[in-house]
Nanobody, 117 residues
Framework: QVQLVESGGGLVQPGGSLRLSCAASGIIFGIYTSTVGWYRQAPGKQRELVARIISGVTTNYADSVKGRFTISRDGAKNRVDLQMNSLKPEDTAVYYC?????????WGQGTQVTVSS
């Protein structure tokens, strides 16, 4: 059974940093044959793409996080991270890890990120 487990969320002050991690189990996905990413959903809003790595080559970021967030993956550890710097209150949301591989779409359970003073 495939599981994606996020960690690293929490409460942080504006301007602070957090690092989210997503560990995959039950599957070994190839770097060049998968898409991994992070999405977020704020209260009352639709889920939106934050960042993703397509086939290990192309990286996409939402305009609102460019220059502040960095996505990375560790193939050996089957993990994808999201480094978030210069956090703003509008970054507050539940963050979800996503994996697309072998024609399937997998999601984690989400981790809450709250940016507030």
């Amino acid at each position: 059974q495939v599981q994606l487990v996020e960690s690293g969320g929490g409460l942080v002050q504006p301007g602070g940093s957090l690092r989210l991690s997503c560990a995959a189990s039950g599957i070994i996905f190839g770097i060049y044959t998968s898409t991994v990413g992070w999405y977020r959903q704020a209260p009352g809003k639709q889920r939106e793409l934050v960042a993703r790595i397509i086939s290990g080559v192309t990286t996409n970021y939402a305009d609102s996080v460019k220059g502040r967030f960095t996505i990375s993956r560790d193939g050996a550890k089957n993990r994808v991270d999201l480094q978030m710097n210069s956090l703003k209150p509008e970054d507050t949301a539940v963050y979800y890890c996503n994996l697309i591989f072998g024609g399937y779409d997998y999601w984690g359970q989400g981790t809450q990120v709250t940016v507030s003073s």
